[in-house]
């Protein structure tokens, strides 16, 4: 079978198994982990039949096999050295990396797994939207349902980041659940009524400081600084309280020593850090003429090389969470299907039909909101068409922020992101038009100023 014949082929190309530390597998690409790099034959990897190319990132050594495919290939890589499936890839390739990479990874691990969540309540805000548009009156209780299934991941939405961030430290998810809960107490004044002017926050005094207490609805970094500490706190007391009243003790002052800090101290200060940070990304985004989305559009693939990139989720989140659009994804989405545009002219202009074909099949995921093949298989390599997406990219992003285009959600792009855009026949369709711009940039760039022989 061709997995069985990949599999072997990529071990041969690699060194051996005794080469790898530990190995995993994203949807597209499996990432190893290995002890010398020099052994690695990297124009024989390239040349294998199924593989659409390979790069380092993250300290990783990543080959492109695509959707489906990897999965059969990984399994057979473990069924024949289970050793290596069961290595901590992750923290192999934490250890080798850069800070900024840390910190990133960071981010990526506490925001990636409640990206579902608010996809999800995009995809929902954006038929709604769509529904209302067409004319169809809706049961006034039929409205009110959707809402407390669009509305209640980001009412609560430092309670998902506190949750995340536990689980990610090492620290006891549910303890960060009722954390979270805890920044948006009712107890607390609203933090959007407070902004309205409708609510006064809570004043205490403590040594002669007056300290402004308020919830935290909507707020990314308390809620993550806030978790961090908990979890630190928490097996901090395990090497401490005796067994016996770990149950009760551990718990307590987890939580008792999370609120006040978390409300006194981390939350006022990460709070108004968040107001200032992304406060200045906002401003940037909505610089004039569109000069924000220019750069945006055409410099997030130059992020998404270095794999830093999950980074911007938090800016995501806290871009629905305060406005209930993310004008951020309108600009990126311009540059991943830019990349999938040039792609696709270099393999236009391919004569070999074997290349053509590996090609178009890289081109393809870009599409979908996937460009690591279309970038490491075909545009990197010959750095012009990576070039030439990245300008497609910062003319689509251009024109998206003069249109002031935004979705509903966050987490898809390209051709699945149409669905953030549904509520509203104009956003469909600026949507649309500046996809196809950028497209229609990077491949006329790439088809009439790329040679083949480069």
């Known amino acids: 079978m061709k997995e069985n014949v990949v599999a072997k082929e990529i071990l041969q190309n690699i060194g051996g198994k005794e080469n790898i530390k530990s190995m995993e597998h994203c949807a597209t690409r499996l990432r190893l982990i290995l002890k010398d790099k020099g052994k690695i034959n990297e124009k024989a990897i390239e ?5 659409k190319g390979q790069f ?13 495919f990897v999965n059969k290939v990984y399994e057979v890589l473990a069924k024949e050295n289970s050793d290596l499936a069961t290595g901590n890839n992750k923290e192999e390739a934490y250890s080798q990396m850069t800070t900024l990479q840390k910190i990133s990874r960071i981010f990526g691990d506490v925001f990636v797994p409640i990206i579902p969540v608010l996809v999800a309540t995009g995809l929902f805000m954006g038929l709604r939207g769509l529904i209302q548009n067409l004319g169809i009156e809706m049961n006034p209780n039929f409205i009110l349902f959707t809402q407390v299934l669009t ?3 980001f009412a609560f939405l430092p309670a998902l980041v506190a949750w995340s961030t536990m689980k990610k430290f090492g620290g006891t998810p549910v303890i960060g659940i009722v954390i979270g ?16 002017g409708a609510a006064t926050p809570i004043n205490l005094s403590i040594f002669g400081l007056i300290i402004p207490v308020v919830g935290y609805q909507g707020s990314v970094l308390p ?12 097996k901090a007391l395990k090497k401490v309280v005796p067994d016996v009243l770990d149950l009760i003790v551990t718990p307590f002052i987890t939580l008792l020593f999370s609120m006040i800090v978390g409300l006194l101290i981390v939350g006022p200060i990460m709070h108004n850090a968040e107001q200032l940070i992304f406060g200045a990304i906002k401003g940037f985004m909505s610089l004039p003429f569109g000069l924000g989305g220019l750069v945006i559009g055409g410099v997030h693939q130059l992020i998404v090389v270095t794999g830093v990139h999950h980074a911007l989720n938090a800016l995501e989140v806290e871009l629905l969470a305060s406005t209930g659009k993310d004008a951020f994804n309108a600009m990126i989405t311009c540059g ?24 178009i099949s890289s081109a393809i995921p ?14 990197l390599r010959f750095i012009k068409p990576f070039a030439f997406g990245c300008v497609g990219g910062a003319v689509g992003g251009m024109i998206a922020a003069i249109l002031k285009l935004a979705g509903t959600g966050m987490g898809i792009t390209a051709l ?9 026949t104009s956003n469909l369709i600026s949507y649309i038009i500046v996809n196809a711009v950028a497209m229609a940039v990077a491949f006329c760039l790439t088809y009439f100023f790329f040679k083949v022989e480069e």
Do not use: C
């Open 181 to 196: 809960l805890m920044l948006v107490s009712p107890s607390l004044p609203n933090a959007y009524a407070v902004a309205a």
């Open 416 to 424: 699945p992101g149409m669905l953030l855009y549904s509520n509203n």
């Open 223 to 234: 809620a993550l600084v806030l978790g961090i500490i908990a979890a630190k706190t928490q």
């Open 47 to 51: 040349e294998i039949d199924g593989v």
């Open 336 to 359: 991943i299907v830019a990349q999938g545009a040039a792609a696709l002219a270099v393999a236009f202009k391919t004569k070999d039909k074997k290349k053509r074909s590996l090609y």
């Open 56 to 68: 380092f990132a993250a300290a990783q050594y990543q080959i492109i096999l695509g959707t489906g």
């Open 366 to 379: 870009a599409f979908l909101g996937i460009t690591e093949p279309a970038i490491f298989g075909v545009n």
């Open 151 to 153: 509305d209640t991941a």
